[in-house]
């Protein structure tokens, strides 16, 4: 018999299957399941253990998914009591991390107990994105738990997600609870960017790459800056705030490079900014190709190429077709700043990638700078797929 005590559904793994989560994974398969009581529905906490019964700890069942169930705590639990004190946690770390400053990514999915979900926090706004079904079923519980934050006014609650897809679940237009601030802004290392938070890209700011634009903001006076994919123009407004003397900013989506002008016009550095709309993965297809000549600061930030392990190989020519472009673009003794959010990529082998288009580029390359995302996207180490942000840092010859 199950060696627990809860009142909770127990659902059993087969033998050997437990090993991974035992590691520190969260995710148990439908393969890996030996035995479900049924009737269950999404949502709903379970006990899961091994083929002895020993427990694993608390999950959220979905009959629908591969993902079978998702652990969101070591203890027993029912999920409706967890809700309240994880988003506690998250906070709290959250305010030792950044202090007094509330803009931070508040809630990271699994790396806080809070399977399908995530959360920005743009001052007195949060914007949640309910990216699967068991978040989906508590939505009522982690909307109170969420307004219940102190200093927030307003919430966005988005179901555009491309994950949901995989959970047949339909994408709805946005729920509005409060007050939302219009416009919306991000404050970062003392500038203050506009966001579109019901329709921008992630929540409308992408605080993964912080503690990047941060370093780069450090190397930029007096430097001639490109800034290659930059949507809202992050790294480039950080540049010339950091004393850049140029910076361009090139983004295929003018509304994007709309809110970077907006940017640069409230921070006062529009005199060095410039931003111009390409399509840069397929330069020269229906539009001009990327700028010549060389620049001291090249900035390669694309979107995710791949969303599988199957597009992994394609992802990686895209990449290294995309920085021997970029290291043409440096000025020699200058530096690139490349960048991978695709989590199917290994970090191993797209640095191997890099470093050879670099090479094809005729260029010799010093590793100056490693980085990933910031300390509000916590990594479980047992968990890969929390940790996607990959950044390097080149000297070229």
């Given at each position: ?10 659902v ?25 009581p ?26 629908a ?20 004190e994880a988003?506690?946690?998250a906070?709290?770390?959250?305010e030792?991390l950044?202090?007094?400053?509330p ?15 995530t ?16 978040s989906e ?6 909307v ?7 200093g ?12 949901r ?18 416009p ?6 003392g500038l ?20 990047n ?7 930029a ?15 480039a ?5 950091g004393g ?24 006062r550095?529009?005199?060095?900014c ?45 990449y ?27 970090e191993r ?18 590793v ?6 910031g300390?509000?996207h ?7 797929e ?12």
């Open positions: 018999m199950p060696k627990t005590t809860s009142s909770l559904p127990v059993t793994l087969k033998p050997g299957e437990e090993r991974r989560l035992r590691r520190g994974h969260c995710w148990a398969y439908d393969a890996e399941i030996h035995r479900a049924g009737g269950l529905r999404a949502g709903d906490s379970v006990i899961l253990v091994d083929d002895r019964g020993q427990q694993l700890g608390s999950a959220l069942w979905n009959p998914s591969l993902i079978r169930a998702r652990l969101f705590s070591r203890r027993a639990v029912d999920y409706r009591e967890h809700v309240g988003v506690g946690k906070l709290a770390l959250r030792l950044y202090g007094g400053s803009n931070y990514r508040l809630i990271y999915g699994e790396s806080d107990g809070l399977p399908g979900l959360v920005d926090r743009y001052g007195p706004l949060l914007v949640a994105q309910l990216a699967s079904a068991v079923a508590h939505a009522p519980a982690l109170a738990a969420l307004e219940a934050v102190p927030v006014r307003g919430l966005i609650l988005r179901r555009d997600g491309s994950v897809r995989k959970e047949k679940l339909p994408r709805e237009e946005p729920e509005l609870l409060g007050e939302i601030p219009d919306a802004w991000a404050e970062e290392g203050r960017f506009v966001l579109d938070p019901v329709g921008g890209l992630k929540g409308g700011w992408f605080w993964d790459q912080r503690d634009r941060a370093w780069l903001r450090g190397v006076r007096g430097r001639r800056v490109l800034d290659i994919f930059c949507h809202s123009g992050g790294f407004l950080q540049a010339a705030a850049a003397s140029q910076v361009l900013g090139l983004d295929r989506s003018e509304p994007a490079l709309a809110l970077a002008r907006a940017s640069a016009d409230a921070n550095l529009r005199e060095r410039r931003f111009q709309a390409l399509e840069l993965m397929r330069p020269g297809k229906g539009g001009p190709g990327w700028p010549h000549g060389q620049w001291d600061l090249v900035v390669l930030d694309p979107p995710a190429l791949a969303k599988e392990r199957d597009e992994a190989e394609s992802a990686l020519g895209a290294e077709h995309l920085n021997r472009r970029a290291a043409g673009r440096v000025a020699p003794g200058g530096i690139l700043l490349t960048c991978s959010c695709t989590y199917p990529v290994e082998v797209w640095r191997g990638r890099v470093l050879r288009a670099v090479g094809k580029a005729g260029r010799q390359a010093r100056i700078y490693t980085g990933g995302q300390g509000d916590p990594e479980l180490p047992g968990m890969p929390t940790r996607y942000l990959k950044v390097l840092g080149l000297q070229l010859d």
